[in-house]
């Protein structure tokens, strides 16, 4: 399960995940996070700790990213995790959220974009 902590300063916030965003309480983290958020007008999501994220979390995060658009506010997605990363390939949803995407040194990610692939990686070669 996952759950989260909030740094803020004035109307911004940084919401730190933590742990698996799956089916087993994603409607409690929405819940809750989204009463957190209320009181912020530029919010980012850091997903660095995000271990696990299913199509469940994925919808989640589309979710609260129409919630908080529909609301005059900024949702920003920071710090994708490799898990995240697997999940936005999946669903090729990479460019959805229009947030710059920094792949991790050392871990090969495969981004598949109908029948061709292409293989980036944070490694020099």
Known sequence: ??????????????????????????????EDILVVIKDYHKIAFDLSAVSEIDSSGFQFLVSVKRSVINSNK?????????????IFSI?????????????????????EYGVSQQSFTGKEE
């Open 1 to 30: 399960m996952a759950s989260f902590r909030i740094k803020h300063k004035d109307d911004k916030a940084v919401v730190s995940i933590t742990g698996e965003i799956t089916i087993h309480g994603i409607i409690k983290l929405k």
């Open 74 to 86: 900024v949702l920003k997605l920071i710090n994708h995790s490799v898990a995240v990363l697997k």
């Open 91 to 111: 669903y090729g949803a990479v460019g959805i959220f229009k947030d710059k995407i920094i792949i991790p040194q050392s871990d090969e990610i495969n981004f």
